[in-house]
């Protein structure tokens, strides 16, 4: 059996389960909800077959399955005796506000279907103890907006999910047009033109002369410097907002030369940064470079005479 990351989404009812299983599942969790403890062994087994194996998977626990519910304890002990990662979290919330909840929504509560609110909540605290002692987490999202706990979830365990946006960076010439795909788009026609370079003309920006030359003049190191910051403020408000797919364009004259230069120190960039799906594609020339930056070039700031070359290109 594959080891795996489990997570175990449980607590009180009310307090925010569905919100966090949708959270994961956004995340790239397999997410099961309600699940029958009995049929908890058969889903890992089939999560380990062949063309559908489950890496990270999130189940939804709690006392809808009042009579099986004492059971969980030792089943989750035994997933953790077998190597699989096992984290459990726990939602809760004050009396008060959940008792709200429930007026708000006129659902009625699974242990006081016709009773009290109230006590069927303390009812459930009691019930679920047991549990919430073998949690890892507890958020308690009583003064929490939806948002809120959409956030403390992708904290706890997505890091800084970088795993989830996928980023396509294009180099194009505008002669033959802006892509129409690009969520971002960049003009870099004013950087100088390694094109009116006589033994640089007839090569492209994946060239390292050509790369150097573009590289080492202080307004190109100036504006990868001040992009640099922009993206690494921007990204992460992208994944936020629960974006996927991200394609940044970079343009120049005849998008063979500065484009191409720019595009591939963006995707270095990036893959210094942690983000694992990055693919740079060079439109004007048919290229691509998929995945994690193999063969990127990476400009670096240096020190050096005005007029010495550089040593600022190396291939990450």
């Known amino acids: 059996m594959t080891n795996k990351k489990i997570v175990i989404i449980t607590g009180l009812s009310g307090s925010g389960k569905s919100t966090a299983a949708h959270t994961l599942e956004d995340a790239g969790f397999f997410c099961v909800d309600n699940l029958p403890v009995d049929l908890l062994p058969k889903l890992l087994e089939l999560s380990d077959s062949p063309g559908g194996e489950l890496t990270r998977l999130a189940l939804v626990i709690d006392l809808r399955q009042r009579k099986l519910f004492p059971r969980y304890s030792a089943i989750l002990r035994s997933l953790e005796e077998t190597g699989n990662r096992l984290e459990i979290l726990f939602l809760e919330a004050r009396d008060q506000v959940l008792v709200r909840r429930y007026s708000e929504t006129r659902r009625q509560h699974p242990l006081a279907p016709h009773g009290s609110i109230l006590d069927g909540i303390k009812r459930e605290r009691e019930e679920l103890r047991e549990i919430k002692e073998m949690a890892d987490w507890i958020i308690d999202t009583s003064d929490m907006t939806v948002h809120q706990l959409r956030e403390d979830v992708k904290r706890i365990f997505e890091a800084v999910r970088t795993d989830v946006l996928n980023i396509v960076i294009n180099s194009f010439g505008f002669g033959k047009g802006v892509p129409v795909e690009s969520d971002l788009m960049l003009d870099v026609r004013f950087l100088p033109n390694p094109y009116f370079v006589e033994h ?6 994946r060239d390292p002369e050509v790369a150097a030359w573009v590289c ?16 690494v403020f921007l990204l992460p408000l992208y994944i936020r907002e629960g974006k996927q797919y991200l394609t940044i364009s970079v343009g120049c004259t005849g998008g063979r030369h500065r484009s191409v230069v720019v595009a591939e120190h963006i995707g270095a ?14 439109r004007e020339l048919g290229a691509c470079t998929p995945g994690l930056g193999l063969g990127l070039i990476r400009c670096e700031q240096v020190d050096r005479p005005a007029d010495s070359p550089t040593s600022a290109v190396r291939n990450d």
């Open 269 to 282: 960039l990036l893959v210094r940064n942690g983000y694992t799906s990055v693919e740079v594609r060079h």
């Open 216 to 231: 080492e003049r202080d307004t190109t190191q100036e504006f990868l410097k001040k992009l640099e910051d922009l993206l």
């Open 200 to 205: 640089l003309k007839n090569k492209d920006g």
